[in-house]
Every structure is written in C-alpha cells, then in structure tokens.
C-alpha cells in the first residue's frame, strides 16, 4: 500500500511540474497575467456575467451519466426556493406551541408565511428559501427588516413536523422579539448560500438574483460556459473546467469536499465544531480515523461516494470498499488466498468477528440530540459498547 502512496503522490507532483512548465508557454501569446494562486479553483469571484455560468442543462447535453439523477439528490437539493420546497407544498399548515408563543407556517399560493404570537401581537415574514432535505431538518431563512434570520424551528421528517432547530435552546423564547429566530450577519448568510446552492455569492457578494436552488454542476467544476466553447470547437487540450478528480485524494477529501463538509483544519482550529455535533463533519472524521491513510485513494470521499448521486443503502457495496484494504479470515487459514490478497495490495489486518457490513459496528450511527437522526460517525474505529463519543 505505501508504494502505491508513493506513486499517486509522485504523480501528482509530476502532473503539477508539467503544469508549471507548460502554462508560461500557452499564456504567453496571450500576454495575461497567470492566475492568482487559490485554493479553491471551483469557486469564481468574478462578477456574474463575466464568470459564465451556464446551468445544468447546458452541461447534461454532453454529460448524460453525471447529469442524471444529480439534480434530485440530497446535495443537488440543499437549497428549494419557496416555490419549489416539496416540505413547504405537502404542509400548507405546520405549527408549535412554546411556552406562551405559537408559531405557524402557513401557505398560500406559491409563498409560505412564518409567524410567531403571543395571543395579543404577532410577527410575521415570508419564507425566502428552505435549507435542506429535512432528513436533519429542514431550516428557513427570512428577512426582517432588511437583515437576514434563520428560523429558530425546523421541520424534521422522523417527526414530520416542527420541532427547534439544531443548537438552539430546548425552551420557550426569551421574547416574542427574539422568537422567530436568530439573525445571521452578512458574513455567515454568505457562506450559507455558498454551501447550499450555485452562483449565489461570487468573492465577497450575495447575487440572490443569480442563486440556483442546490448544489449544483458549477458549484463544485465553477462556472462552464469557457468549457463548453472548447469542447464545441473539439479544443481537448485545454478543457477549461475544474475536475476534482484530479486532485490528490487528501486534498479531494479535506479541502474539496472539506470546503463544505468540514476539513480537519477547520474543526481542529475551531473548539466550537469539536464534540459531539462534529460527527456531522465526516472529513475530520475520517481524517482522524486510527490507522487509516488519507492520502490513499481507497480512502478519499470518492472511493465510497458518487457525488453526481444518491448515497448508497447497501450494506455489501461499503464491505467491498473495507476489503480494498482488509484482509478476508480466509486469508489465515489459506495460503494461496493470503497470497491473492498481498497480490491485491490488501494488507491490512482481518477481524476476528464478522466478514460482513463492517460499517455497522465500525461506522456507528450517532444520534445527535434535537436532530430526530442519526449520522453516520466516519471515524472508523473498533466501537466499543459504552465509550463516550470519542472527539
Ligand atoms: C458540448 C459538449 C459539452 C458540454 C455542453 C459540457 N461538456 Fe464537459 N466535457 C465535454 C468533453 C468532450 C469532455 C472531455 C471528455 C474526455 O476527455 O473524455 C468534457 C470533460 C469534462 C470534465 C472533465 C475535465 C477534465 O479535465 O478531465 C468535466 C469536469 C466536465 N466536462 C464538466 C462539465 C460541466 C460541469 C458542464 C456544464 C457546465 C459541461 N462539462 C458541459 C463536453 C461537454
Ligand atoms: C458546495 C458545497 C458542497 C461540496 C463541495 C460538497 N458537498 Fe456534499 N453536501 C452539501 C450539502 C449542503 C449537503 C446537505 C444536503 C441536504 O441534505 O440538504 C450535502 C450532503 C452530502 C451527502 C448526503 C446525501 C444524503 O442523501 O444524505 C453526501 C454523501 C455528500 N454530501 C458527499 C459529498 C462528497 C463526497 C463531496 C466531495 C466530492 C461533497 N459532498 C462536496 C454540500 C457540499
Ligand atoms: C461550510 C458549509 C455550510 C454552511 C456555512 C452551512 N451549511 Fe448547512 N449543511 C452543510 C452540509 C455539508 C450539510 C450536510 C451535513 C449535515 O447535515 O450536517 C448541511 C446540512 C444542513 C441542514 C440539514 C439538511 C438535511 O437534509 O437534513 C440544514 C437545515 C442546513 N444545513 C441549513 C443551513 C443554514 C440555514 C445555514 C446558514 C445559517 C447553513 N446550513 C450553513 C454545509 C453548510
Ligand atoms: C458535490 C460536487 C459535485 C457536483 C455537484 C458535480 N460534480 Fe462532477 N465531479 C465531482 C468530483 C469529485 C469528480 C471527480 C470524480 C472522480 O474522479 O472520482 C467529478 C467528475 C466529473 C466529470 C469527469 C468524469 C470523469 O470520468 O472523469 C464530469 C464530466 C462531471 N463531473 C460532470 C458533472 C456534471 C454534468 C454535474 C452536474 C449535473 C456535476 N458534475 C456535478 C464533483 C461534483
Ligand atoms: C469507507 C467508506 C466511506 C468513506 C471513505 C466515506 N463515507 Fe460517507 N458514508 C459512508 C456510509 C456507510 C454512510 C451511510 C450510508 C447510509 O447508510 O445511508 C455514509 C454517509 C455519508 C453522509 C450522509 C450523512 C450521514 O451521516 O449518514 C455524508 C454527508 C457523507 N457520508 C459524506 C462523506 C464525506 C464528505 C466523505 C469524505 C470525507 C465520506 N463521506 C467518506 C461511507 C463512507
Ligand atoms: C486505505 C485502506 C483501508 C481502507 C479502505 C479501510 N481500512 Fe481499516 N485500516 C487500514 C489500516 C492500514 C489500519 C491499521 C491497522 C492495520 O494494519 O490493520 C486499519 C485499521 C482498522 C481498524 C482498527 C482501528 C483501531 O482502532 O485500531 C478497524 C476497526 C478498521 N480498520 C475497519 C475498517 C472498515 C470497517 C473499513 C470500511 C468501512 C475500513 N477499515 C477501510 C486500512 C484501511
Ligand atoms: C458485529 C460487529 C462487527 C462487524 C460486522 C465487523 N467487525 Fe471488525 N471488529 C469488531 C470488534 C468487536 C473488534 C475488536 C475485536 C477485539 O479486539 O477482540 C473488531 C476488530 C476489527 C479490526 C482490528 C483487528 C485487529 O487485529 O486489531 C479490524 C481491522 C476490523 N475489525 C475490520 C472489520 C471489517 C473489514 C469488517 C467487515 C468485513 C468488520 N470488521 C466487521 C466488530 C465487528
């Protein structure tokens, strides 16, 4: 397994040389200045217009695979617009009592109207977007009086209904003032568009006019239209799009998926995302996973997951992806097999318990409290039964 560490790593270095030699050569002609460096090459702070967004549409004319059920997935869906919000559609009527205040969200036409009273006054605002799928909650965000809030109370499809949100107190609001739910500075709402949906923030600007609803095609390649120009006129030198899967698996996991998901860097430099609720960050997980390599690509995000769809459900198609590495128990009764495997690069150790869905026991499911779900701990490790949750 080292050896192929070393080469994928050897690789990349190479791909970068070549890249450092060739890109003066092709620039030159054109006199431009090189591209600032950055670290995250997806994401554009050019103004709209300039940045060349094309839409998913535009891109499933050539990309029939990636493009098929993308746009239907949890991630492609992590913003609807109020329209659109299945959740919103299929309950004109939602409320929640607490303490002296009733809350209610309630539809008509194509807009749903968040309103907290206490009997005598009332506060009230439409519904901007709806965050999320629901299956950890789904959160709305509104304005009020020109500043953008997140909604103290989310709907969550264990309970199918209103319940407050994740990291809020667990009571009755201080007051009604305070009741509908927490504004959110310039600077978080921006980040919130940015992981939710595509084109929505471009350097250190919300374009609302320009979001579209979810993660989409040109949130993780950036903005295609440079891209698809070339592939019309067959220029393949150059494809003028960003592909992650290019990236070492490290950089892929951490600082690609991580941009969203969490990277270690982040949780580990921020005692605020540590603890329990740190299991929702499976980059950090994974990363701090005893024994296991992030820089071999039976390890990346990728190597479990399609982001262009749905995570899969069964069980067998995860062992396949431990057996990469493990070894099988037959491998120490047999000879011959213990040789296929070494042959395979299989080299770490078998266990002595079960040959089967080893993400059950190694891959816990936590529940975090108030979230009505539980999530999957990528910190792959022997559970034993009674730890307390290991940060
Ligand atoms: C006119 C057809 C066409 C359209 C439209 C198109 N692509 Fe492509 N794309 C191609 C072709 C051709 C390739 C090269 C395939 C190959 O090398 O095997 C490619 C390659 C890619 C790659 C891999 C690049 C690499 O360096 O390996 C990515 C990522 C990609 N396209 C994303 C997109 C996205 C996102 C969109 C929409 C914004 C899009 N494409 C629209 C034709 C198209
Ligand atoms: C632009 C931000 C962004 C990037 C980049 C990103 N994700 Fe996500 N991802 C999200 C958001 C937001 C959700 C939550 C979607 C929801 O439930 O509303 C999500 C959800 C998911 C889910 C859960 C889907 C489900 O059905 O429960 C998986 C799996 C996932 N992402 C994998 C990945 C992988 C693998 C990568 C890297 C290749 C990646 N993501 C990169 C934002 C991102
Ligand atoms: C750094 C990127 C990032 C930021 C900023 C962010 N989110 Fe998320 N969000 C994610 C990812 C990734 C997930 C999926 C994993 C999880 O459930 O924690 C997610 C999950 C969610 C979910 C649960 C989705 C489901 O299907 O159950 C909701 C609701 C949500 N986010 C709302 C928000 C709101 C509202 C904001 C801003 C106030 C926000 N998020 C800010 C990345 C982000
Ligand atoms: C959450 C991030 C994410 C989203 C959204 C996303 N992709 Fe990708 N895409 C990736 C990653 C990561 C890879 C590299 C996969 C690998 O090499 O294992 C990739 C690879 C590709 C490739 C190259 C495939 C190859 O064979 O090399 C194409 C083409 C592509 N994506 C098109 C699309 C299109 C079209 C959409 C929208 C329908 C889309 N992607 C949405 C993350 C994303
Ligand atoms: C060794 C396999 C493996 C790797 C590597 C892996 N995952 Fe997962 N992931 C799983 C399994 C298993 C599930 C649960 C699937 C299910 O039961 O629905 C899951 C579920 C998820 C979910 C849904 C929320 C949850 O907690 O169930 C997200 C989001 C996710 N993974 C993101 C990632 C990201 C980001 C990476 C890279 C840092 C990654 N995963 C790497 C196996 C893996
Ligand atoms: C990239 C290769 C690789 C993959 C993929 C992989 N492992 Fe491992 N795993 C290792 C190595 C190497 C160790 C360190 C000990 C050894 O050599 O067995 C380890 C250690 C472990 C341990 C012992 C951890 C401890 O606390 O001591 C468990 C349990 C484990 N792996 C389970 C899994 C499961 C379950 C999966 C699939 C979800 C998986 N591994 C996927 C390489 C891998
Ligand atoms: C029923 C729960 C369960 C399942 C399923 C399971 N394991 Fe284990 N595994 C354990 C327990 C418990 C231990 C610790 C055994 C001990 O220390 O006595 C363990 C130990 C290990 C170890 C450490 C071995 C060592 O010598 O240090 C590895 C690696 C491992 N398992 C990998 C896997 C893989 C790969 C799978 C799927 C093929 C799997 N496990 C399925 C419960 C399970």
Redesign the pocket.
Known sequence: MKSRVRHVQAFAALAFTVACLCLPLLSRGQMSAPAPYTRTP?RTSKPFEEAGYVGREACAKCHEQESASQHT???G???ETVADSRVLVAHPRMSFRAGPYLFQIMRQGGASTYSVTDGTRTISAPILYA??????G?TYVFKLDGEFYESRLSYYKEIDGLDYTIGYERKAPPSLEEALGRRIAEDEARSCF???A?AAVSGRNLQLEHLMP??SCE??HGPGRDHVAAMRARDLKDKRIFN?GKMSPDE??QE??G???RSAEQVLSNKTLQGLHSVRF?PYRLFTSPGHEPFDPRMS??A????HD??RQDESFYDSKCFACHRSQASLKSPQVAKQEAADERNAKPCPVAQKACASCHMPKVELPGSHFKFTDHRIRIARPGEPFPN
């Open positions: 997806w997935t949890a991630m869906r992590a913003i965050f999320g799928q629901g299956k950890a789904q940015q992981c939710h595509t979810g993660v949130s993780c992650p892929l996991s690609f998926c941009s969203c998901h499976q995000c990728t479990c997951h399609d982001p749905n995570p």
